[in-house]
């Protein structure tokens, strides 16, 4: 029960189905202290009572007959004891609240109401001086504030909005004549809800040679876990499109991809794509909300891509340093971007003159000069995230991966490219 309800503390307890669970956890949360304290006592009894009346005078051994020495004895009530606590009142229990705390704690009702009898007993109290002596008197004084992990912070704002980027790469190609082409790579979840459309933009300085292409490449239903991050391989397998997995159903799914520019806006300010996938609707969202429960509902998890060429200077802010600003808005695993001169990268969707001229003359060389992590807004600077990955992308040479990239957060990467003989 103590599990079960450390797993439920930082939870709306109107999230649970049952009314008599939601009112008992919000009983508890308000008196978290006083569960703590008095859980305790029945421990302590269950223990101690187990011990003594597993004291015998003498034990029969088989094929021995009676033993009665005081060693034989003491082991015997040490070893019946310990498994007894072990197997039945400890492993097995903790394992099933850990499992699904709801619902042992929903079996563990009748146990609330025995703590709060026997604390009218107030037998832990006299632990309540000592606690203040030592906090009083010792680093317990100072409290803990600790920020929950990025990991964790993903899967409960994943659950909360329904959907995530799970996984974003993005691939910049550069050309000697400043052109280039940018590849960027999306893995979609989506938990909840009626998703039958979702929407991309992006944009450069300069201009779009054409318009961007839009793929999708796979679409798989899965379960929903609680944690993410369990199914993270999974995950892995359908973005880097191994075809170890089965199931993909992008191809029964009738889905409509549109693709637009912004011809309004001026060279001088750049270009504008944006693309529009619609369809109909999404499998996660096609079962009814009472038809499982937890983590049966299933999720869908959609793959595609966009390519784009872009004009010369599409980078290009200061005529020296070029730029890629890339906004993640909603919850991300994983965030990755590569820069690169093309011919490292190799271009087959690329004229064949054009590739042999440029190993004909001079080649590109992309230095790395930073990573800029902002807020939305002007002076959102994050110093420590900026120092951080500003040093993994020089140290990478083109290459940058965000673990959980913060939501909302810029990515702005800045490099120079060099033309070497």
Same mark, same amino acid.
């Given at each position: 029960m103590e599990l079960a309800i450390t797993d439920l503390? $930082? %939870?709306?307890?109107?999230?649970? =189905? $049952?009314?008599?669970? =939601?009112?008992?956890? !919000?009983?508890?949360?308000?008196?978290?202290?006083?569960?703590?304290?008095?859980?305790?006592v029945f421990v302590v009894v269950i223990i101690s009572v187990l011990s003594l009346t597993t004291a015998y005078n003498w034990i029969y051994v088989p094929l021995h007959g009676q033993v009665t020495s005081p060693t034989a004895r003491f082991w015997f009530s040490l070893v019946f004891t310990t498994f007894t606590v072990l197997w039945f009142c400890q492993v097995t229990p %903790?394992?099933?609240a850990v499992i699904n705390s709801e619902l042992f704690l929903k079996q563990s009702t009748t146990v609330w109401r025995l703590i709060k009898i026997i604390s009218t007993l107030g037998l832990p109290n006299p632990s309540d001086l000592l606690v203040y002596t030592i906090q009083r008197n010792s680093n317990y004084s100072q409290g803990r504030y600790l920020l929950p992990g990025r990991a964790a912070h993903y899967d409960i704002t994943t659950h909360l909005f329904g959907f995530a980027l799970d996984k974003l790469h993005t691939d910049i190609r550069i050309r000697p004549d400043g052109s280039g082409t940018i590849y960027k790579k999306f893995l979609i979840l989506f938990l909840r809800g009626h998703h039958s459309q979702m929407y991309g933009s992006m944009s450069t300085r300069s201009g779009f040679l054409g318009t961007p292409r839009v793929r999708l490449k796979a679409l798989h239903v899965l379960p929903v876990p609680? =944690?993410?991050?369990?199914?993270?391989?999974?995950? $892995? !397998?359908?973005?880097?499109?191994?075809?170890?997995?089965?199931?993909?159903?992008?191809s029964e799914w009738m889905g409509n991809v549109e693709v637009g520019l912004d011809e309004d806006v001026l060279s001088q300010s750049g270009q504008e794509a944006q693309w529009s996938i619609e369809g109909q609707p999404l499998p996660e969202s096609l079962w009814l909300p009472n038809a499982v429960g937890g983590s049966n509902f299933p999720m869908a998890a959609m793959l595609y891509d966009v390519e784009a060429d872009v004009k010369p200077g599409g980078f290009d802010t200061t005529g020296a340093v070029d730029h890629w600003p890339e906004t993640v808005g909603i919850p991300c695993r994983a965030y990755s971007i590569s820069i690169k001169p093309s011919l490292e990268l190799g271009s087959s969707d690329a004229d064949q003159e054009l590739i042999e001229q440029e190993r004909s003359g001079p080649k590109l060389a992309a230095v790395m000069g930073g990573c800029r992590v902002t807020l939305v807004g002007p002076g959102t600077e994050m110093s420590e995230e900026t120092l951080k990955l500003t040093q993994s !992308?020089?140290?990478?040479r083109g290459d940058l991966n965000v673990a959980y990239p913060l939501q909302g957060g810029c990515y702005e990467l800045s490099w120079r490219i060099f033309r070497r003989p």
């Amino acid at each position: 029960m103590e599990l079960a309800i450390t797993d439920l503390l $930082d %939870k709306e307890p109107n999230q649970l =189905r $049952d009314a008599t669970v =939601r009112s008992l956890l !919000a009983q508890i949360q308000s008196r978290v202290g006083f569960f703590f304290a008095q859980r305790q006592v029945f421990v302590v009894v269950i223990i101690s009572v187990l011990s003594l009346t597993t004291a015998y005078n003498w034990i029969y051994v088989p094929l021995h007959g009676q033993v009665t020495s005081p060693t034989a004895r003491f082991w015997f009530s040490l070893v019946f004891t310990t498994f007894t606590v072990l197997w039945f009142c400890q492993v097995t229990p %903790k394992r099933l609240a850990v499992i699904n705390s709801e619902l042992f704690l929903k079996q563990s009702t009748t146990v609330w109401r025995l703590i709060k009898i026997i604390s009218t007993l107030g037998l832990p109290n006299p632990s309540d001086l000592l606690v203040y002596t030592i906090q009083r008197n010792s680093n317990y004084s100072q409290g803990r504030y600790l920020l929950p992990g990025r990991a964790a912070h993903y899967d409960i704002t994943t659950h909360l909005f329904g959907f995530a980027l799970d996984k974003l790469h993005t691939d910049i190609r550069i050309r000697p004549d400043g052109s280039g082409t940018i590849y960027k790579k999306f893995l979609i979840l989506f938990l909840r809800g009626h998703h039958s459309q979702m929407y991309g933009s992006m944009s450069t300085r300069s201009g779009f040679l054409g318009t961007p292409r839009v793929r999708l490449k796979a679409l798989h239903v899965l379960p929903v876990p609680e =944690r993410i991050e369990s199914i993270a391989q999974t995950l $892995d !397998a359908i973005f880097a499109e191994t075809g170890e997995l089965e199931g993909n159903i992008v191809s029964e799914w009738m889905g409509n991809v549109e693709v637009g520019l912004d011809e309004d806006v001026l060279s001088q300010s750049g270009q504008e794509a944006q693309w529009s996938i619609e369809g109909q609707p999404l499998p996660e969202s096609l079962w009814l909300p009472n038809a499982v429960g937890g983590s049966n509902f299933p999720m869908a998890a959609m793959l595609y891509d966009v390519e784009a060429d872009v004009k010369p200077g599409g980078f290009d802010t200061t005529g020296a340093v070029d730029h890629w600003p890339e906004t993640v808005g909603i919850p991300c695993r994983a965030y990755s971007i590569s820069i690169k001169p093309s011919l490292e990268l190799g271009s087959s969707d690329a004229d064949q003159e054009l590739i042999e001229q440029e190993r004909s003359g001079p080649k590109l060389a992309a230095v790395m000069g930073g990573c800029r992590v902002t807020l939305v807004g002007p002076g959102t600077e994050m110093s420590e995230e900026t120092l951080k990955l500003t040093q993994s !992308a020089v140290a990478g040479r083109g290459d940058l991966n965000v673990a959980y990239p913060l939501q909302g957060g810029c990515y702005e990467l800045s490099w120079r490219i060099f033309r070497r003989p």
